[in-house]
């Protein structure tokens, strides 16, 4: 169990809904195994995002995560955005650093963190191909650039997503879903 004290430091999730998150079980997990004082708690946002942003910093809350409906909502509401989280337009995690509300985006972090580390695979020079232009793509997309990808070749069902994705990066290259066939010999 965690101890709370007038020590306990808060973290969160904002989202809605947000009772299906899995997060607060994995980061309280966390949190315990590793004997921080800190607690990790869902929010539910209901109403203004401003309001629940201007709270991180009046309650003094460590961070939160950002999810579903917010992850664009939030970004006029802080102090400054890391470059992947300005890249990619879209903010899951704010830092409280003494007031200062900072946005990140770790979710194309964490996939190059999993190529390295699990697959010992290194993106650097390499030619990229993604199926899907959705947000997670482009967070992806914009972490593989970051990385030192040579190309990325991306198709959607929707191609004006994936042409709508390829406006952040020019080393990002649209391919029609019909010519996937022709790609793999590309990127061969």
Known sequence: MIKINSETKILGIFGNPIKHSLSPCMHNSAIKFLDLNYVYIPFWVTGDIKT?????????????????????????????????????????????D?????????????????????????????????????GAARAIAVSLIFAGAE????????????????KISKEIIVIDINNVVEIAKIIK
């Open 151 to 166: 190309n990325i070749f991306i198709t959607d069902i929707n191609i004006e997503k994936s042409k709508n994705l390829a």
């Open 52 to 96: 629940a942003v201007k709270a991180i910093k009046d309650m003094n809350f460590a961070g939160v995560n950002v999810t579903i409906p917010y992850k664009e909502k939030v970004i006029p509401f802080l102090n400054e955005l890391t470059n992947e989280a300005d890249k990619i337009g879209a903010v899951n995690t704010i830092i409280n």
């Open 98 to 134: 003494d007031g200062r509300l900072i946005g990140d985006n770790t979710d194309g972090i964490g996939f190059i963190y999993s190529l390295k580390n699990d697959l010992k695979f290194n993106v650097n020079t390499k030619k990229c191909f993604m199926f899907g232009a959705g």
